[in-house]
Every structure is written in structure tokens, then in C-alpha cells.
């Protein structure tokens, strides 16, 4: 694909994400602009675009992707749409950014990932945790040596159900399967296990046991799981969406051979680094529009002027590992 001298976004969804974590960052980087945004509520796309000051507005996908002015697709959409919203703006010649998880399924991200190959046609994801400075800190941390050589990675989540998780006439379409891939665990997990892919090498073992505990809907609303990256290191991971409020945990530790560091990923407290100097906190601030730096690199990438790594080929073992660990492949 030949550079773009100016970025022209359509965004194919414009749901509660778009509002602040990433929708103003597109228009915050140099030569870089939303023209066009889409819903299928016509409605609430106009309200969207008048509210943004976005010129453009639809309510059928294919007008948007075909909008000759658009260069570039944002996809924020629900997961189970994703590879098909992918496939069509690639196969139009369209640059694409797509909401984590990259789909529904390792199945869908492998269709993305053939067409992107076809066309020459790139894809990125939105995993924009990568970027910031909170996990950045993290990352040197690992990399300075502080805990030492990394014998063992535990994740441990626990949240209560949410008022909608009680309407079973009405329930979120998180937790619908078809529609989401799984139920909270597939919206969750993936920006913790990206993350440590990310700074530890792929996970190329998986295993899981998931339950419904709650019966508050059919999907799986407790995991426990063990896995191992690619250099041999073990890790595990328990995730809990039914639990009591004072059993609440967001926690990531990594232990090594001198010492441990544990880290947040969706609450942002203080990472505590604990060595044989005692315990040390640290907590970065992060930009009010948390997707701006990853969004940055994308239009940089875009226009010729840098190279993003966080594209479809290393978001796609996060859902190979969230699928072997539901035992959906």
C-alpha cells in the first residue's frame, strides 16, 4: 500500500468507546481526520457526526467503506462483525483499525489475516495498552533486571456482575456468545494476555476449565487456565465475573529469582515493585484519550513515516489462547 499523504478516517461504529478513549485521537495527530462515521442507528450516527464535527454520516457499512474519500476504516463494532467489516474495506483497498479482541474467534482472525496478505492491505488492533506509560514502566522494569531472571506470571481477576447481567430479557451483548465470542472473559482477557505476549514471546501452550457459576446467562462466567510462552516460561490465570465486591481483584504478578513485580491492567494502581530494597510504587499518569499514542504510531504508519507492530499478525495468538482455553479449538 503507497503512503497517505493525509489519513481520511470513516469509523464503522460509534459506540461508547469512540466517545474518549480513542475517537478524539484521530483528529489529534497531523494529518489525520475523521470524514465519515456509520451506524446502523441512523440517528445515532447524525448525533455522532454533529457532535464531532464529522462532515459525513451512515447507516449502511458498504456506503461508508465506498465513500472515496475514506482511506482509512476504523472498525468498533462488536466482535462477531469484525473480519467480515475487515475483509470488505481490505478488499476496497482500506487500511484497517480494529477494537480489540481483532474477532470473534483464531478462525476469524485468520480469514483477516489472509485477505490482509492478499491485498498487501494493512490491519492493526487495538491494543493500545502496548503504548502506554503505565505498562511501558512495567516493561522496563522487566527489561532493567529488577526481579531478576522471570520464573512465573499469575493473573487474577475478579469482578461482580453488573446490573445488566441481572435483565435476562435484555442482557449485553458482552456476554453473548455469538455475538462476542464468549462472555466477559472474551472482552477482558485479551488486553491482559496480549500484554505479556507482548513482553514475553507467544503462548504456544494453553489450557483451560471454564464453568457457569452464576446462571446469570449462558456463557462461561468463571476460567482458570495455565499456559506456557515460547522460551518455556509458565504462567496462569483465574478470572471470576460472578464474584462478591470484597472479592474484587485486578492483578498481574510477575515473580523472579530477585524479586516481584505485580501491576494492574483495567484499574491503574500503583505497580509495586518488591525486591530486597523493600517495596517500591510507581504510578505513570496516562493521556486523558487512551488509545492517542497507538493511534499515532497507526496514522505514522499509514503515511510512510514509521512502523507498527501492533498489527494482525501479532494480535492473532490472543485469540488462538483465549479459543484453547474455552476449548473452542
Request: hydrophobic share 35%.
Amino acid at each position: 500500500m503507497e503512503p497517505l499523504k493525509t489519513v481520511n478516517w470513516g469509523f464503522i461504529g460509534c459506540g461508547v468507546v469512540t466517545e474518549k478513549k480513542s475517537g478524539p485521537a484521530f483528529s489529534m495527530i497531523d494529518r489525520s481526520r475523521v470524514i465519515a462515521v456509520m451506524s446502523r442507528d441512523k440517528e445515532k450516527a447524525e448525533s455522532y457526526a454533529k457532535r464531532h464535527n464529522i462532515p459525513r454520516w451512515y447507516s449502511d457499512p458498504l456506503e461508508l467503506i465506498d465513500d472515496e474519500e475514506v482511506n482509512a476504516i476504523y472498525i468498533a463494532t462488536p466482535p462477531s462483525s469484525h473480519a467480515t467489516f475487515a475483509i470488505m474495506a481490505m478488499k476496497a483497498g482500506k487500511a484497517v483499525y480494529i477494537e480489540k479482541p481483532m474477532a470473534a474467534s483464531y478462525e476469524d482472525c485468520s480469514r483477516i489475516n489472509r485477505i490482509s496478505k492478499e491485498t498487501g492491505i494493512p490491519c492493526f488492533i487495538a491494543y493500545y495498552r502496548r503504548y502506554l506509560p503505565y505498562f511501558q514502566k512495567v516493561r522496563k522494569i522487566i527489561e532493567d533486571g529488577e526481579i531478576g531472571n522471570v520464573i512465573n506470571i499469575q493473573i487474577r481477576f475478579a469482578q461482580p456482575p453488573r446490573d445488566l447481567d441481572y435483565n435476562s430479557t435484555n442482557l449485553p451483548w458482552r456476554v453473548q456468545p455469538d455475538i462476542a465470542g464468549g462472555g466477559y472473559f472474551y472482552d477482558l482477557a485479551p488486553h491482559q494476555l496480549d500484554l505479556l505476549q507482548d513482553m514475553f514471546g507467544c503462548i504456544l501452550e494453553a489450557e483451560g476449565y471454564k464453568s457457569n457459576r452464576g446462571r446469570l446467562y449462558n456463557a462461561e462466567d468463571t476460567v482458570s487456565a495455565c499456559f506456557k510462552f515460547e522460551s518455556g516460561l509458565p504462567g496462569s490465570g483465574s478470572w471470576c465475573f460472578v464474584a462478591h465486591e470484597s472479592a474484587k481483584e485486578d492483578r498481574i504478578e510477575i515473580i523472579g529469582d530477585k524479586g516481584m513485580l505485580s501491576f494492574s491492567v483495567y484499574t491503574y494502581d500503583p505497580i509495586e515493585l518488591h525486591t530486597e530494597r523493600g517495596k517500591e510504587e510507581f504510578c505513570p499518569p496516562n493521556p486523558p484519550h487512551v488509545q492517542l499514542p497507538l493511534i499515532k504510531n497507526v496514522v505514522e504508519h499509514l503515511q510512510g513515516k514509521a512502523i507498527c507492530t501492533c498489527d494482525n499478525i501479532s494480535a492473532t495468538p490472543t485469540n488462538w489462547v483465549m479459543d484453547r482455553i474455552l476449548s473452542k479449538i
